[in-house]
């Protein structure tokens, strides 16, 4: 058995090649949800739906979210209303005394859906009305996601870091935002001062997730502050991840990130924006995956091997290199 922490896109791509080493009965993975939101009323999951959408055989694998092939009128008529009708632009984070008046799954991370600021296709507006009327019915996220897994015909195991909120907020030179608004509305631009996980203190690990890493652990190429961050910050997560092998795949190649804004939000927390910095970001790892051209050294077994993942192959040839640093620290 085998428990993967997943967020954002690299531990997706990680997964491609998952059947070069485990079979789906083996895998579970905990997914990050710190950067759900509640969009014009409905409920967000963006890395729990990259897993279902991937799972399901229908992932824009151009983008590595939304459905292939997704019309987007919904979202084009409401840009279109919203110009029609003068309204303001951008995203519109609702006033403080809005963000705990409703579900309390959505705290602290409520939006106005005039004129979305992300672009919501019309296959994938349907499964989040889905997923908000099944929490409005009185369900955990946990069991929403596991229905729509088994109805997207998913074969591993996923779990959702927590049924509580948690947000990932982003303390700015330009003021505070949610990470959404942070990286698509904002385009990752604004100077980061701070990073806040607005909630986990008081948050539970969802049902299964602290029994599932008492398996061993692979962190994939994801970001070490906002996609995996969220989850260390749960109480008894990091402890748990201390007494459990851990192998950590770098999303770095040396000092330069492979995607998004991993370099920048890892200097705000005060960590060497680099593979170095996982040392410092990832304490209780056991063993590292970086690239065959990184020269980073660590204390601890590291496997070097090309971890550029462009394809199902790729991502097979980083699962056995993560095999191999099981077989040594497992």
Same mark, same amino acid.
């Given at each position: 058995?085998?428990?993967?922490?997943?967020?954002?896109?690299?531990?997706? #791509?990680?997964?491609? $090649?998952?059947?070069?080493?485990?079979?789906?009965?083996?895998?579970?993975?905990?997914?990050?949800?710190?950067?759900?939101?509640?969009?014009? $009323?409905?409920?967000?999951?963006?890395?729990?739906?990259?897993?279902?959408?991937?799972?399901?055989?229908?992932?824009?694998?151009?983008?590595?979210?939304?459905?292939?092939?997704?019309?987007?009128?919904?979202?084009?008529?409401?840009?279109?209303?919203?110009?029609?009708?003068?309204?303001?632009?951008?995203?519109?984070?609702?006033?403080?005394?809005?963000?705990?008046?409703?579900?309390?799954?959505?705290?602290?991370?409520?939006?106005?859906?005039?004129?979305?600021?992300?672009?919501?296709?019309?296959?994938?507006?349907?499964?989040?009305?889905?997923?908000?009327?099944?929490?409005?019915?009185?369900?955990?996220?946990?069991?929403?996601? #596991?229905?729509?897994?088994?109805?997207?015909?998913?074969?591993?195991?996923?779990?959702?870091?927590?049924?509580?909120?948690?947000?990932?907020?982003?303390?700015?030179?330009?003021?505070?935002?949610?990470?959404?608004?942070?990286?698509?509305?904002?385009?990752?631009?604004?100077?980061?001062?701070?990073?806040?996980?607005?909630?986990?203190?008081?948050?539970?690990?969802?049902? %299964?997730?602290?029994?599932?890493?008492?398996?061993?652990?692979?962190?994939?190429?994801?970001?070490?502050?906002?996609?995996?961050?969220?989850?260390?910050?749960? *109480?008894?997560?990091?402890?748990?991840?201390?007494?459990? *092998?851990?192998?950590?795949?770098?999303?770095?190649? $040396?000092?330069?990130?492979?995607?998004?804004?991993?370099?920048?939000?890892?200097?705000?927390? %005060?960590?060497?924006?680099?593979?170095?910095?996982?040392?410092?970001?990832?304490?209780?790892?056991?063993?590292?995956?970086?690239?065959?051209?990184?020269?980073?050294?660590?204390?601890?077994?590291?496997?070097?091997?090309?971890?550029?993942?462009?394809?199902? #192959?790729?991502?097979?040839?980083?699962?056995?290199?993560?095999?191999?640093?099981?077989?040594?620290?497992?």
């Amino acid at each position: 058995m085998v428990t993967f922490l997943s967020g954002g896109t690299g531990t997706p #791509k990680l997964l491609d $090649g998952a059947g070069a080493a485990f079979s789906p009965e083996e895998i579970t993975v905990v997914v990050n949800t710190g950067d759900d939101i509640e969009l014009g $009323g409905l409920f967000i999951s963006p890395d729990i739906d990259t897993l279902l959408f991937q799972g399901g055989g229908i992932l824009d694998r151009e983008t590595w979210w939304g459905i292939r092939g997704d019309t987007h009128r919904t979202h084009s008529a409401l840009s279109d209303i919203a110009t029609a009708a003068d309204l303001p632009s951008g995203p519109h984070y609702l006033e403080d005394a809005r963000q705990t008046a409703g579900r309390d799954i959505a705290n602290w991370r409520r939006f106005s859906g005039i004129d979305e600021f992300m672009t919501i296709g019309d296959r994938d507006r349907a499964v989040h009305l889905t997923r908000t009327s099944l929490l409005d019915q009185g369900h955990t996220l946990t069991e929403v996601t #596991k229905t729509l897994a088994d109805g997207f015909g998913v074969t591993i195991d996923l779990l959702p870091m927590s049924d509580e909120a948690v947000a990932s907020l982003i303390h700015t030179e330009d003021g505070l935002m949610h990470f959404q608004e942070y990286w698509v509305a904002h385009r990752g631009e604004p100077t980061v001062t701070n990073i806040e996980f607005r909630g986990s203190s008081s948050a539970e690990p969802a049902p %299964g997730v602290l029994e599932a890493l008492s398996e061993p652990v692979v962190i994939g190429p994801s970001n070490p502050v906002t996609s995996i961050g969220p989850m260390l910050a749960l *109480p008894g997560v990091a402890r748990a991840l201390m007494e459990t *092998p851990v192998v950590a795949v770098s999303p770095f190649l $040396g000092d330069e990130p492979f995607s998004g804004p991993v370099a920048d939000l890892m200097a705000a927390v %005060g960590t060497t924006p680099n593979t170095a910095g996982l040392a410092t970001a990832y304490p209780f790892a056991d063993a590292f995956i970086i690239d065959e051209t990184d020269e980073t050294t660590f204390e601890r077994p590291t496997i070097q091997t090309d971890i550029r993942i462009d394809e199902p #192959k790729d991502a097979a040839r980083v699962v056995r290199a993560i095999h191999e640093a099981l077989s040594i620290v497992a």
